[in-house]
């Protein structure tokens, strides 16, 4: 830690201040505010660690304190933030600067330096995403609303149901630079208010209720104690919820069948979303099957499927946009060889990416075209069973 960087208390002081002015408010209610979020019966654990210049004993209060001044504004900027978990004695001070402020803006790295065409993994940069224009204008046009609207997305594997999600919360907000050309970007009248949270069922952080309740409010940056119930969590979200936000569920039928997500929590989710946060708060989930579907599987009618007034089922892009994606390759492909590509993915976009990546290969290296057909075809069989056997 360099000499010269403030200490723990005199960064509490300055993360009051900016609060206090931001929000109007004398220190002593900031003071007791911030108690409160802790679980404190007032500021006096505050004053305390201000006052005598004192680190608190235990790391959760450290990270708890570090998310609530960011949830109200007090921190000036990510090294402000980064010091005082350091004096704060945090093991990890980066990790959780990276998870309190994961909207910073998407690196602009050169794309020269990164793959042409994307096989296997979610596309999780937005100049790499291709297409979905009429399933972008209804999801966006949902969560543009007051209140805002909760979307149902639906598909068989390797349809692109993860990429879209990642497109979604990461399009609006990502700078121009680091874009196509004309790639469009205002979905959303006020990109810059809203939050996003991002959850596969697939993690297994939260595959219990209580893991997944901590890591809600933990990407939100709201109090997130140690041990929580239900209860707890619907007052927090209740009670610090301001900016519309999103949460998108991935895989949520693995969710739907774990006896530890009860017929409770469900019911909460919809409650918060339909009664309690004022149409701030929309779900947009993903899944390889349509509501009733899932419903069937279910045995039962779900509380929280019900809240989903719009469903999308993702199928193949449009010629269009799946011609977008191939004039995308660094070596312009041949007409023929876009025309052979756009028969054989019949425009699904897990097909084109191994298609065309398997193509540019063949290219660089002046392989003959029954070569790289040959391949390419081999290459698709397994996903082409997967999306056209559900």
């Not at 599987?297 to 019900?306: A, D, E, R």
Request: glycine share 6%; aromatic share 10%.
């Amino acid at each position: 830690m360099p000499a010269g960087e403030p200490r723990f208390s005199e960064l509490l002081q300055r993360a009051i201040n900016r609060i206090a002015f931001l929000e109007n408010k004398t220190r002593q209610v900031v003071f007791d505010e911030l108690g409160y979020a802790l679980g404190r019966q007032g500021g006096s654990a505050i004053q305390y660690w201000l006052y005598h210049q004192r680190v608190p004993a235990r790391l959760e209060d450290v990270e708890n304190l570090a998310r609530i001044i960011a949830h109200r504004g007090g921190w000036e900027n990510e090294n402000d933030l980064r010091s005082f978990l350091s004096r704060g004695g945090h093991p990890s001070a980066d990790v959780l600067v990276r998870q309190i402020f994961p909207n910073e803006p998407i690196s602009t790295a050169s794309p020269a330096a990164q793959p042409a065409f994307i096989v296997g993994p979610p596309i999780l940069r937005p100049h790499q995403f291709f297409g979905r224009t009429r399933e972008l204008r209804r999801i966006f046009t949902a969560l543009n609303s007051a209140p805002m609207q909760n979307v149902a997305i639906s598909g068989p594997p390797r349809s692109g149901k993860t990429s879209l999600l990642h497109y979604i919360h990461t399009i609006t907000r990502t700078p121009p630079a680091a874009l196509r050309p004309h790639q469009a970007q205002n979905w959303l009248d006020e990109p810059q208010r809203y939050r996003w949270v991002y959850v596969d069922f697939q993690d297994p952080r939260v595959c219990n209720r209580e893991g997944f309740l901590l890591y809600i409010l933990r990407q939100l940056n709201f109090p997130a104690p140690s041990s929580l119930d239900l209860i707890q969590f619907v007052d927090i979200i209740v009670r610090y919820l301001v900016n519309p936000t999103v949460i998108l569920l991935d895989e949520i039928q693995i969710a739907l069948t774990n006896p530890e997500f009860t017929q409770q929590f469900w019911w909460s989710l919809r409650s918060l979303s339909s009664n309690l946060t004022d149409g701030k708060l929309a779900f947009v989930i993903a899944a390889q099957n349509q509501l009733p579907v899932l419903q069937h599987v279910l045995g039962k009618p779900s509380p929280f499927l019900n809240i989903f007034g719009h469903s999308i089922q993702l199928g193949p892009l449009s010629e269009e946009e799946a011609r977008q994606l191939i004039q995308s390759s660094p070596i312009p492909f041949s007409p023929a060889d876009a025309d052979w590509i756009i028969q054989h993915s019949g425009c699904w976009p897990a097909l084109l990416q191994i298609l065309c990546s398997t193509r540019l290969v063949a290219l660089q290296e002046n392989q003959s075209d029954e070569i790289w057909k040959a391949d390419g075809l081999a290459n698709i069989q397994p996903y082409r069973y997967l999306l056209e056997n559900p």
